[in-house]
C-alpha cells in the first residue's frame, strides 16, 4: 500500500474513509444538504449550458473564418486573372 501511495504523491480515501467523511458531512450539514446538493446541481446544468454555448460560438467562428478564407482566394484569383479552370489543372 506505501508504495501505492508513493507513487500517486497524495492520499486517496479508500471505502472506510468515504463513510466516515459521509458520516461527518451528515452531521455537520443535515438539515442543508439537500438545499445543498439542489444548489450544486443547478450550478452543475449551468456550467454544461456554458460549455455548450462555447462550443457553438467555436463552430460559428470557424465556419465564418472558412467563409472569409473562400472570398479572400476568389478575390486573390479574380485579381491575378485565373480562372476556375486554370486552377484546378
Same mark, same amino acid.
Given at each position: 500500500m506505501t508504495e501505492y501511495?508513493?507513487?500517486?504523491g497524495f492520499?486517496?480515501?479508500g471505502p472506510f474513509e468515504l463513510v466516515i467523511i459521509l458520516i461527518i458531512a451528515v %452531521?455537520? =450539514?443535515g438539515r442543508r444538504l439537500p438545499?445543498?446538493?439542489?444548489? %450544486?446541481g443547478k450550478s452543475l446544468t449551468? =456550467? *454544461?449550458k456554458g460549455v455548450?454555448?462555447?462550443?457553438?460560438? *467555436? $463552430? $460559428? %467562428?470557424i465556419s465564418d473564418? *472558412? *467563409?472569409?478564407k473562400d472570398d479572400v482566394v476568389k478575390e486573390v484569383k479574380d485579381a491575378a486573372? %485565373? $480562372?476556375?479552370?486554370e486552377t484546378m489543372s
Open positions: 501511495m508513493q507513487y500517486l492520499w486517496t480515501p %452531521l455537520l =450539514f438545499e445543498i446538493a439542489r444548489g %450544486l449551468e =456550467f *454544461k455548450h454555448e462555447v462550443e457553438e460560438t *467555436k $463552430d $460559428d %467562428l473564418v *472558412k *467563409k472569409i486573372g %485565373l $480562372d476556375e479552370s
